[in-house]
T-cell receptor, first 113, second 113 residues
Framework: GEDVEQSLFLSVREGDSSVINCTYT??????LYWYKQEPGAGLQLLTY?????DMKQDQRLTVLLNKKDKHLSLRIADTQTGDSAIYFC?????????????FGQGTELSVKP | DAGVIQSPRHEVTEMGQEVTLRCKPI?????LFWYRQTMMRGLELLIY????????DSGMPEDRFSAKMPNASFSTLKIQPSEPRDSAVYFC???????????FGEGSRLTVL
């Protein structure tokens, strides 16, 4: 079945780059997403990438997609303490055009001053 | 522009009681999703609606759970009778189109004693 895996924790120093990784199993995925959840809040869409793209850059965020290995990553440049949050990877398969996103478990990013 | 509005934000109840969670999606969005988040199981999709019609309720845990969307601006998730294992944060999200870009509410934290 469909599955999305992420490591649970990542700790970095302020100013460093953070790289959050995700693997997925559904080769028919059409879109892949990164969502951010701050404490006590709902998830917020950060960025997404269409499956025919390898890379997408949006200010401090860079998304890399390796479709062959079914691997997605999110790089945050110049990480700030305000980036501390849980980051969720999600995929939308071609058979789920009804909108059913499959989410990973989330990676908790801790940014130390 | 108001986001997705959920109520109540917090609810503490006793086992066996009925619980009703409410959601007002963003105006103009035609898809609505109910998710449940726990430490053990992560983020689970319970049910989603397109144009007020339930499309996929395969994530609803059991018959104790029911969801309705009587019109485009309101949805409820009901648990009757509630059990301690239902304790979780329940999120409502809406989407302006079918695929993937979800706008989440701040969640309803349910504690069943």
């Amino acid at each position: 079945g469909e599955d999305v895996e992420q490591s649970l924790f990542l700790s970095v120093r302020e100013g460093d780059s953070s790289v959050i990784n995700c693997t997925y199993t559904d080769s028919s995925s059409t879109y892949l997403y990164w969502y951010k959840q701050e404490p006590g809040a709902g998830l917020q869409l950060l960025t997404y990438i269409f499956s025919n793209m390898d890379m997408k850059q949006d200010q401090r965020l860079t998304v890399l997609l390796n479709k062959k290995d079914k691997h997605l990553s999110l790089r945050i440049a110049d990480t700030q303490t305000g980036d501390s949050a849980i980051y969720f990877c999600a995929e939308l398969g071609v058979y789920n055009q009804g909108g059913k996103l499959i989410f990973g478990q989330g990676t908790e990013l801790s940014v130390k001053p | 522009d108001a986001g997705v509005i959920q109520s109540p934000r917090h609810e503490v109840t006793e086992m066996g009681q009925e619980v009703t969670l409410r959601c007002k999606p963003i105006s103009g969005h035609n898809s609505l999703f109910w998710y449940r988040q726990t430490m053990m199981r992560g983020l689970e999709l319970l049910i989603y609606f397109n144009n007020n019609v339930p499309i996929d309720d395969s994530g609803m845990p059991e018959d104790r759970f029911s969801a309705k969307m009587p019109n485009a601006s309101f949805s409820t998730l009901k648990i009757q009778p509630s059990e301690p294992r239902d304790s979780a944060v329940y999120f409502c999200a809406s989407s302006p189109r079918v695929a993937g870009e979800l706008f989440f509410g701040e969640g309803s934290r349910l504690t069943v004693l």
